[in-house]
């Protein structure tokens, strides 16, 4: 049976005398709702990990998997009691493919961005992962990218890797960070993905994911249904910086990605004061 998710809605809230409550009857504290995220994410991979699996063996970059991957990640957003927005996704041309960067503070950060991108995406995603099994399988076959960025040769393949999924039609996903934030503010970023831009050529697209931090904490068990916005920056052309001006690159990309956050604050506390 196809989820709510899929007829429109990208997550709901309930709320019950001020609280968030997620699907089910009455209030229910953060760890229940944590429970209930885990188990359904859970029954969620493992129907659509074997599927994908499946059809990437025959060929992995088909569109069904990119349909399935976004039934994947709605089914776990509504899960997750989410209320999902996005602004700027007119920015992207469905036509085209893209380095998106993004900043990373929540687990929930990789389906949230499946849910409200409509591009056909692929993560560099921690090599670890892809020895997990079933899920493993489903990230192997669909065209994940791993990496191991401790391992310099490695982290090398993995960035030709990347380049020929873009060259198969795939947009490219990356966490600069290189992992969660703990903080609200953002980590250093690191310069793979806007080196992978300068190879590839394709524009660099400043993705800001808004209240992840407040959903899903890392580090903490404690899920927290709300709002999440996300908000697609103006393109960046690698064509203006060389080889040897990728840190101005990251820069520019960070600087967008803070301004939008920024912005966001700046809105929060204008509506509060009215």
């Given at each position: 049976?196809?989820?709510?998710?899929?007829?429109?809605?990208?997550?709901?809230?309930?709320?019950?005398?001020?609280?968030?409550?997620?699907?089910?009857?009455?209030?229910n504290p953060p760890v229940l709702?944590?429970?209930?995220?885990?188990?359904?994410?859970?029954?969620?991979?493992?129907?659509?990990?074997?599927?994908?699996?499946?059809?990437?063996?025959?060929?992995?970059?088909?569109?069904?998997?990119?349909?399935?991957?976004?039934?994947?990640?709605?089914?776990?957003?509504?899960?997750?009691?989410?209320?999902?927005?996005?602004q700027g996704t007119e920015k992207?041309?469905?036509?085209?493919?893209?380095?998106?960067?993004?900043?990373?503070?929540?687990?929930?950060?990789?389906?949230?961005?499946?849910?409200?991108?409509?591009?056909?995406?692929?993560?560099?995603?921690?090599?670890?992962?892809?020895?997990?099994?079933?899920?493993?399988?489903?990230?192997?076959?669909?065209?994940?990218?791993?990496?191991?960025?401790?391992?310099?040769?490695?982290?090398?393949?993995?960035?030709?890797?990347?380049?020929?999924?873009?060259?198969?039609?795939?947009?490219?996903?990356?966490?600069?960070?290189?992992?969660?934030?703990?903080?609200?503010?953002?980590?250093?970023?690191?310069?793979?993905?806007?080196?992978?831009?300068?190879?590839?050529?394709?524009?660099?697209?400043?993705?800001?994911?808004?209240?992840?931090?407040?959903?899903?904490?890392?580090?903490?068990?404690?899920?927290?249904?709300?709002?999440?916005?996300?908000?697609?920056?103006?393109?960046?052309?690698?064509?203006?910086?060389?080889?040897?001006?990728?840190?101005?690159?990251?820069?520019?990309?960070?600087?967008?990605?803070?301004?939008?956050?920024?912005?966001?604050r700046q809105e929060q506390r204008?509506?509060?004061?009215?």
């Amino acid at each position: 049976m196809i989820p709510p998710a899929l007829n429109g809605s990208c997550g709901s809230i309930r709320r019950s005398n001020g609280r968030n409550d997620f699907p089910g009857s009455g209030y229910n504290p953060p760890v229940l709702r944590t429970l209930f995220l885990i188990a359904a994410a859970t029954a969620d991979t493992l129907i659509v990990a074997p599927l994908v699996t499946i059809i990437g063996l025959v060929n992995s970059h088909s569109p069904l998997i990119d349909r399935l991957i976004r039934w994947w990640a709605l089914v776990i957003v509504r899960a997750a009691g989410l209320t999902l927005t996005a602004q700027g996704t007119e920015k992207l041309d469905p036509a085209r493919r893209y380095i998106l960067v993004a900043n990373h503070a929540s687990y929930l950060d990789i389906p949230i961005l499946f849910a409200a991108v409509h591009q056909p995406l692929r993560f560099l995603a921690k090599a670890s992962l892809f020895k997990v099994p079933i899920f493993g399988w489903g990230l192997k076959y669909s065209g994940f990218v791993p990496i191991d960025r401790k391992n310099r040769k490695t982290a090398i393949a993995s960035f030709d890797l990347a380049s020929s999924r873009i060259a198969k039609g795939n947009s490219i996903v990356v966490f600069p960070e290189e992992g969660r934030s703990s903080e609200r503010q953002m980590k250093p970023f690191q310069r793979g993905a806007f080196l992978l831009a300068l190879k590839s050529g394709l524009p660099v697209v400043p993705v800001a994911i808004i209240g992840n931090f407040d959903a899903l904490p890392p580090g903490r068990f404690s899920l927290h249904p709300g709002p999440i916005e996300v908000r697609i920056g103006d393109q960046i052309d690698p064509a203006d910086f060389t080889v040897r001006q990728k840190e101005a690159l990251s820069t520019a990309a960070r600087q967008r990605i803070a301004a939008m956050l920024r912005g966001t604050r700046q809105e929060q506390r204008e509506e509060g004061e009215s």
